[in-house]
């Protein structure tokens, strides 16, 4: 059992439902501040342009919080790299940003860079991150190819995209199919210096099976899947039963 935490709770989910109405509740701070203190290693939160959910302002909110209140915990902003999204992340200074190639009209990150046409936006906005002392990782597919073109442009870390495993829950044959690609990708990036992060549609059912094969994950950021725990078993109640399939807490 470990004390340190691979859990990153993303709070989209929680500003969605407060936006419903022009109301300060639930809480983006207060639910992030929850999470924390029941051990989440710290808080991920996806700001799009149209504001649908997380707004800047929550941003500059929950960078304070962590300052104030967490100095050992994290933020970690995830978005595409144009210059508002940049700007964000030189004042709100996340101790971590996630680059991911999505249109601002997507609904969520499901598919990770091209490569093969993205190395100049991906270098330039890297380069500019790094001066702001913030981590760099790229929103990667399951693909064992990814990870030496995410070295090669200056990415510290990778963040495998495990939609597609996540997807496989009434489908034991495709799910470790779709297992064997992330761990492939998990060791080629280890292969290649860069830290290994996990997202999309983990679960506490799914999230075994993947750390068995592939320990060293260092963080798997998580909101769909926590909000929809959450609602039966509470924010902080969740947190615990997250990180007890994780292997963290018993």
């Not at 207060?30 to 959910?53: N, Q, S, Y």
């Amino acid at each position: 059992m470990s004390s340190v935490s691979r859990l990153s709770v993303n709070v989209n989910a929680v500003a969605m439902l407060r936006n419903r109405r022009d109301l300060p509740w639930p809480s983006v701070t207060g639910l992030a501040a929850i999470a924390m203190e029941a051990g989440a290693k710290g808080i991920t939160v996806h700001p799009r342009p149209d504001e649908r959910h997380i707004r800047k302002t929550d941003v500059f909110e929950l960078a304070e919080l962590i300052e104030d209140r967490f100095p050992n915990k994290e933020l970690c902003l995830e978005g595409y790299p144009a210059p508002d999204f940049l700007k964000l992340v030189e004042e709100a200074r996340p101790e971590q940003v996630l680059f991911v190639p999505d249109d601002p009209e997507q609904t969520t990150s499901d598919h990770g860079w091209d490569f093969s046409k993205d190395t100049g936006v991906l270098e330039t906005a890297i380069a500019a991150t790094k001066e702001w002392a913030v981590t760099v990782s790229l929103f990667c597919d399951p693909d064992p190819a990814a990870p030496e073109h995410a070295a090669r442009v200056g990415a510290e870390r990778i963040e495998i995209y495990t939609g597609p495993y996540g997807g496989c829950y009434d489908d034991p044959a495709r799910a470790t199919k779709e297992l064997d690609r992330i761990v492939a990708t998990a060791e080629a990036a280890r292969s290649c210096g860069l830290g290994v992060n996990a997202g999309h549609d983990l679960t506490v059912e799914n999230i075994p099976a993947l750390l068995a094969r592939a320990p060293f994950i260092r963080e798997m950021s998580i909101g769909h899947g926590f909000a929809a725990d959450a609602l039966i078993h509470g924010f902080a109640a969740s947190v615990q039963r997250f990180r007890k399939a994780m292997g963290e807490v018993e």
